[in-house]
Structure formats: structure tokens, C-alpha cells
């Protein structure tokens, strides 16, 4: 029986979000072959812990990235540790090794890159069982979205700065056993060497019983209603949503006088509600208990992406939900989707009622959900998934075995 550590920062239940989602998926994967022990430093509210598909929990102070310019020039010049980099206490830093050492885990699995920091200062023969999954890219278009707008030639040069030091931690993380990416464009932004072979395409996956056994009504009945579905708080979901709300959706509104968004997520931030508040044909449900009655009262998703990495969950559930999907460029990058097959991509308002003209018709929007709902199934199954992950570890384990007999 294998055993394997999951280093993450949230606690990943309850499995109500992309995050979460994608670390459950490895979780089960990694049951398969034995125990799973999981060290985190940060708990939403009301979330029960203590549930039985964990062995052990351990629990890290974090830190957290630095927010102010005093704090990253500290955290990134002095201590080496660039923003948005995890920076966990020395009290936690030294638990984490000394309990990697005790227990001699098989695997040691690491839920983004920003949380491997305190790996670096283990043995070699501990590094080789990691296995680091990048699942976004820090130093790309999240960072210009985070601090692109930053103003002052000094704090400009600051971020300049710390970008190169993030850029290089992130190349440093592939020097683990194994790396994960959700998608080639992805890897391609670190990955220069072709022949590597320890560097990994595993995608996301949506895994949810509640979604497949469900029977969704006709959404070409529902009118022009849109729904918006992500994480609240997360900065490329907020700055996407106002581009849309203020940019598409009132051209949108004036050719449909009966169109509507629904907004529906978790922990919005204030400026979010602030945007839908007293806004026609907007309303905004936070929090819900299952999304699945939101699907059940609108035609079409809108995923008005910008900037950000990894690849959307949200649009796989949607395929599930018989759902036809509008989305950005960037919100359906990293997806092997076809656009007006699969999907329909639109990058300004004129595009997107072109485009949403298609699915006035019934029979280009019954195509548009079979052939997404195909595409999901082939190629972003369990299946596929854990084929992957066979790969990943087979390739930790040579390492390993190579490793015992120099």
C-alpha cells in the first residue's frame, strides 16, 4: 500500500469549486493505490474537516502572499520568497520536513507551484517524489492582471523585479520529480526543453454523479437568460465579469429587452456586488446550494474570461448540463474545443450577438450541446485522467528506483 502527502493551501471540501474540484480528482486517483495524508493551511468558513477519505490532516501556518510593497520587498528581496509565493512560518516549514522524513511517503503531491516553496529545502531523495502541479501559470497574464495597473515608476520596477524572481522559482519547481500542467500552452510558457520527460498535460476533469444523472430541462425554452457561474473572489473572474457587464451586456440588453445574467458564485467581492446591484437584467444569487436550478433557467454560460491559465471547469460542467457555452478566447484556452462546433468564442460585444444568434436556431443549438457534451466525454473522462496519472508515477518511480541503486 502506497502512501502518498498532499500539500495544498484551502482544505479542498466541501468539492463546490474548480479548485477543489481538480484536487479532489487527484485525491481519488492517489486512493486508488493506498493512504492519502493531507497538510493545509487554510479552511473556508463552515467546512467540516476530519472526513474519512484523508488518513492524517495536518494543519500549516501560512503566511500568505505579501499584499503591500513594504511586505514584498521584504518577503521577495530579503527572504528570497516572491510574491505570490506561499510563505509558510519556520515553525510550520520544519514540521513539514521532519513529517515528510517520519513517514517516508511514496508521493508527495503539491497542489499548485506557490506551495512548494519549503520543498526546496529537502533532501534530494524527498524531491524526486514530488510531484508539482502548476495548474496556473503565476507569472503569466495573472500577474499583469493582478499588478498591471499598478502606477509609479518604483513600484513598477518593484513588480518588474519580483516578476523575473517568480518566473525563475516557477522553472526551479520543474526540477521536482515530475511536473503537471492543465494544457500544452501552459507548459509551453516554462517548458522549453521538447524531450523532457518528466513534465505532464493532465487537464481538468468534472467528476460529478449529481450532474450526469440529472435531467436538465430544454434551455432553447428559457429565453435570453445568461448564466455567469465562478468563484466571486478570484481576480480574473471579477475583472472579466465587469468587462462583461459593462462592455457586452448592455448592447446585449438593447437588442433582447428581456435578457438576463445570472451571476452565481461564492464570496464575492464587494466591488462584485456593487456591479450587479440596481443593474437591469442582472441578479446576482451567492453562495447557492446547487447550481444545477440556475442551469435549469438559462439558454446559454458565459465565461468572459481575460486573462488567467489552466482550463475551465465551469465549461466541462456546462457540457454536462446541456448547456451551450459562450466564452473568450482566454476562457476556453487549454480546452481542446472547437469554436462554433464545440463552443462559441467571442472577444467584444459584436461578436458575442453573432455569435448567440446561433443558438436562436434549434438545430445549431442541439449540435452545439451534443458535440460538447461528446468532446467532454472522450476526451476529459476519469478514465483519461487517471491514465495520465499512471504515467506521472510510473516515471516518479524510475526515478526513484534509479536513485536506490547509484
Not at 22 to 39: C, E, K, L, P, S
Not at 194 to 207: A, G, H, L, M, W
Not at 256 to 284: F, T
Not at 293 to 318: D, F, H, W
Request: charged letters at 30%; hydrophobic letters at 35%.
Amino acid at each position: 500500500m502506497k502512501k502518498t502527502l498532499l500539500i495544498c493551501r484551502e482544505y479542498p471540501l466541501p468539492e463546490d469549486h474548480g479548485s477543489s474540484m481538480r484536487t479532489m480528482n487527484f485525491v481519488r486517483f492517489f486512493r486508488n493505490y493506498g493512504t492519502i495524508d493531507i497538510a493545509y493551511s487554510f479552511v473556508p468558513n463552515n467546512t467540516p474537516r476530519g472526513d474519512s477519505i484523508f488518513s492524517k490532516e495536518y494543519f500549516l501556518e501560512n503566511k500568505g502572499p505579501s499584499k503591500s510593497f513594504k511586505r514584498l520587498l521584504i518577503s521577495g528581496f530579503l527572504k528570497g520568497v516572491p510574491v505570490p509565493v506561499y510563505d509558510i512560518g519556520n515553525a510550520s516549514q520544519r514540521y513539514i520536513l521532519t513529517l515528510i522524513k517520519d513517514n517516508d511517503y511514496d508521493y508527495i503531491f503539491v497542489r499548485y507551484a506557490r506551495n512548494a516553496d519549503v520543498l526546496f529545502r529537502g533532501e534530494k531523495k524527498y524531491k524526486i517524489k514530488t510531484i508539482v502541479d502548476f495548474d496556473d501559470i503565476l507569472s503569466g497574464s495573472l500577474y499583469e492582471s493582478r499588478f498591471g495597473s499598478v502606477k509609479g515608476w518604483h513600484k513598477k520596477y518593484v513588480l518588474g523585479l519580483n516578476k523575473k524572481r517568480l518566473l525563475n522559482y516557477e522553472r526551479n519547481c520543474l526540477n521536482f520529480g515530475a511536473s503537471l500542467f492543465c494544457s500544452e500552452k501552459d507548459k509551453a510558457e516554462l517548458v522549453k526543453e521538447n524531450q523532457r520527460k518528466d513534465t505532464f498535460i493532465v487537464p481538468n476533469i468534472y467528476n460529478n454523479e449529481s450532474f450526469e444523472n440529472f435531467d436538465f430541462e430544454d434551455g432553447f425554452k428559457k429565453g435570453n437568460i445568461l448564466l455567469f457561474v465562478g468563484a466571486l473572489g478570484w481576480g480574473p473572474n471579477k475583472v472579466g465579469l465587469r468587462w462583461f457587464i459593462e462592455t457586452v451586456f448592455p448592447d446585449f440588453k438593447k437588442k433582447y429587452s428581456d435578457a438576463k445574467l445570472l451571476v452565481v458564485g461564492r464570496s464575492p467581492a464587494s466591488y462584485v456586488r456593487e456591479l450587479c446591484e440596481n443593474r437591469d437584467g442582472i441578479e446576482l444569487y451567492v453562495d447557492v446550494p446547487d447550481v444545477k436550478v440556475y442551469y435549469n433557467q438559462c439558454r446559454a454560460i458565459v465565461v468572459p474570461l481575460l486573462a488567467g491559465s489552466g482550463t475551465r471547469i465551469k465549461i466541462l460542467e456546462a457540457a454536462l448540463a446541456n448547456t451551450p457555452v459562450l466564452s473568450t478566447p482566454k476562457g476556453a484556452e487549454g480546452l481542446d474545443l472547437v469554436d462554433q462546433t464545440d463552443v462559441l468564442l467571442f472577444r467584444n460585444s459584436r461578436e458575442f450577438c453573432f455569435k448567440y444568434n446561433k443558438l436562436l436556431d434549434r438545430d445549431s443549438y442541439n449540435s452545439l450541446i451534443c458535440n460538447a457534451k461528446d468532446a467532454v466525454a472522450r476526451r476529459y473522462s476519469v478514465q483519461q485522467f487517471n491514465d495520465l496519472m499512471e504515467q506521472v508515477l510510473r516515471v516518479i518511480d524510475h526515478k526513484k528506483f534509479n536513485m536506490a541503486f547509484k
